[in-house]
């Protein structure tokens, strides 16, 4: 059982240690009046309607068609095909206190 429990430890000890190194990507819309959904599909909710000099976060692809991105805070959803110009940055760590 200390075996078992000592395996589960260090294995969420070395995820928490990959989940940290994640880079985010800096993009923009591709075309003026580009979507940002609720939940991957055009058929959902449309939180924001972007212009190409919005900045956006690209915090990683969802699948083939979809990626996850934030804007303002705000998290949803974009055709992977209107997101233009990612240029790699290092992701946020948070300050231990």
């Known amino acids: 059982m200390k075996k078992l429990v000592f395996i589960f430890a260090l294995s969420l000890q070395t995820a928490f240690v990959f989940a940290a190194n994640k880079t985010e990507m800096l993009a923009s819309a591709r075309y003026e009046n580009s979507k940002m959904y609720r939940q991957p599909g055009t058929s959902t909710e449309v ?20 990626s996850i991105v934030t804007l303002n805070g705000q998290v949803g959803y974009m055709l992977t095909s209107e997101i233009a110009q990612a240029k790699p940055q290092p992701a946020k760590t948070l300050a231990r206190k």
């Open 47 to 66: 939180l924001k309607a972007l212009t190409s000099a919005d900045e956006i976060v690209v915090v990683r692809k969802y699948n083939n068609q979809w």
